[in-house]
């Protein structure tokens, strides 16, 4: 039994480490060297979800059949506030708190007077789940750094491929605790790429 409960973490543990990638399709970080502030805007336009590619229109549809049936109106209502305060800043809050805390140098926040501005656009989310064994969320995304004055003027574009919402204090109970987790963790990754390119 304990080797079974060792291959089990093991896999699960690689899997975590094969799947946490920033990947540079094009560019380089160079541009930010002498920068001090970054702009940042989030983008949440029809990202698929689950294993399944769900519109979010049909995971919501889904998660709505499901709490009705366990716990009723009053809890879909309150889930469903929640789902829509996240989507709308708090996901965003969590990508830069995990940038800014890598990054160090360079202060990245929405809505700044900066030269550059780094888009993040969402394109796919795995809610993962809580139980015996949790599950992180994942999320892949597309990170697009264009001139603020000029946004067609791509300098550099970074996916981040499936990364896992793991290392976060935040709540991992319901999704949208677990999937800020991973919107964190993909900050992180990518601040640590500037800091390591711009060393």
Same mark, same amino acid.
Request: hydrophobic share 35%; no cysteine.
């Given at each position: 039994?304990?080797? =079974?409960? $060792?291959?089990?973490? +093991?896999?699960?543990?690689?899997?975590?480490?094969?799947?946490?990638?920033?990947?540079?399709? /094009?560019?380089?970080?160079?541009? +930010?060297?002498?920068? #001090?502030?970054?702009?940042?805007?989030?983008?949440?336009?029809?990202?698929?979800?689950?294993?399944?590619?769900?519109?979010?229109?049909?995971?919501?549809?889904?998660?709505?059949?499901?709490?009705?049936?366990?716990?009723?109106?009053?809890?879909?209502?309150?889930?469903?506030?929640?789902?829509?305060?996240? !989507?709308? *800043?708090?996901?965003?809050?969590?990508?830069?708190?995990?940038?800014?805390? &890598?990054?160090? &140098?360079?202060?990245? @926040? !929405?809505?700044? /007077?900066?030269?550059? #501005? =780094?888009? +993040?656009?969402?394109?796919?989310?795995?809610?993962?789940? #809580?139980?015996?064994?949790?599950?992180?969320?994942? =999320? @892949? /995304?597309? $990170?697009?750094?264009?001139?603020?004055?000029?946004? *067609?003027?791509? =300098?550099?574009?970074?996916?981040?491929?499936?990364?896992?919402?793991?290392? @976060? !204090?935040? /709540?991992?109970?319901?999704?949208?605790?677990?999937? @800020?987790?991973?919107?964190?963790?993909?900050?992180?990754?990518?601040?640590?790429?500037? !800091?390591?390119? +711009?060393?």
């Amino acid at each position: 039994m304990k080797k =079974l409960f $060792l291959l089990l973490f +093991l896999a699960i543990t690689t899997t975590s480490f094969a799947q946490n990638k920033i990947n540079i399709e /094009s560019g380089n970080f160079d541009f +930010l060297k002498d920068q #001090t502030e970054v702009n940042v805007q989030f983008k949440f336009e029809n990202p698929l979800f689950q294993a399944d590619n769900y519109t979010e229109a049909q995971y919501l549809e889904r998660r709505k059949t499901e709490t009705l049936a366990k716990k009723g109106g009053e809890s879909w209502k309150e889930w469903d506030e929640e789902w829509q305060k996240h !989507k709308e *800043s708090v996901f965003f809050d969590k990508f830069i708190e995990g940038i800014n805390g &890598k990054a160090k &140098k360079i202060k990245f @926040s !929405k809505g700044a /007077s900066a030269k550059y #501005t =780094l888009i +993040l656009d969402t394109k796919w989310i795995y809610a993962g789940w #809580t139980g015996f064994v949790t599950q992180p969320a994942k =999320l @892949s /995304s597309e $990170l697009i750094f264009v001139e603020t004055e000029n946004p *067609s003027k791509v =300098l550099a574009k970074v996916q981040g491929d499936k990364i896992e919402g793991i290392g @976060s !204090k935040g /709540s991992y109970r319901m999704e949208y605790g677990r999937i @800020s987790a991973a919107y964190e963790k993909t900050g992180k990754e990518l601040g640590k790429a500037i !800091k390591d390119a +711009l060393k």
